[in-house]
Structures are given as structure tokens and as C-alpha cells.
């Protein structure tokens, strides 16, 4: 059973920056792909980033240029800096990975980005 724990969320001014973190219970770079998905109030889930086990790369248009994803495969850590965040990024991030074509999610963690 995979699990993923979250953590790095928070209240954030706007302008500011923020990382967060993915903590894997196995090894990460048995996964074919992980990443971040949010969940903005009153919106459905979105795709934020993703890393795949080979080190690709895949950004959200409207985000590009703001985060960057990176992993640890000996921490067994993915991780998400996100800069300039914006009122409008707040959300519920949450973690995925896909081990052998199954989905894992994390719980979440929220940012609130607000003066």
C-alpha cells in the first residue's frame, strides 16, 4: 500500500513562495510518474505538475514559469516550489503518483494566499 503525506502548506502573502513536500512510504523511483494536483474552492480538481521516473517534466500552462518540480529519490521526497503565488492559487494541494497504472492520492494540503 502506497502512501503519500503532504506537507509545506500554509498562509502566504501575495508575492510570496512556498514548498512543498511529498513523503513517499516506498521508493519513489519505482513510480512511473508522480506530481500535484489542487482543488480551488468551488472548483473541481486540476493538474498542477508532474515528474516521471526518467526526470520529465510537465507544468500547467497558466502556472508554468511559477513552479518548478523536483524529487529525492533517496529521501523518497517529491517536492514543489511555487513562486509569486496569487489569491487565486489558493487550494487544497494534493499529491499523486502512479505505480504500475494505479492512482495514489495524499491527503492534501491547503495554502491560503492572502495579505
Not at 25 to 31: E, L, P
Not at 51 to 79: C, H, M, P, Q, W
Amino acid at each position: 500500500q502506497v502512501q503519500l503525506v503532504e506537507s509545506g502548506g500554509g498562509l502566504v502573502q501575495p508575492g510570496g513562495s512556498l514548498r512543498l513536500s511529498c513523503a513517499a512510504s516506498g521508493s519513489i523511483d519505482t513510480f512511473t510518474a508522480m506530481g500535484w494536483y489542487r482543488q480551488r474552492p468551488g472548483k473541481q480538481r486540476e493538474f498542477v505538475a508532474l515528474i516521471t521516473s526518467g526526470e520529465r517534466t510537465n507544468y500547467a500552462g497558466s502556472l508554468k514559469g511559477r513552479l518548478t518540480i523536483s524529487r529525492d529519490n533517496a529521501k523518497n521526497t517529491v517536492y514543489l516550489q511555487m513562486n509569486n503565488l496569487q489569491p487565486e492559487d489558493t487550494a487544497v494541494y494534493y499529491c499523486y503518483a502512479n505505480l504500475l497504472s494505479r492512482p495514489y492520492w495524499g491527503q492534501g494540503t491547503q495554502v491560503t494566499v492572502s495579505s
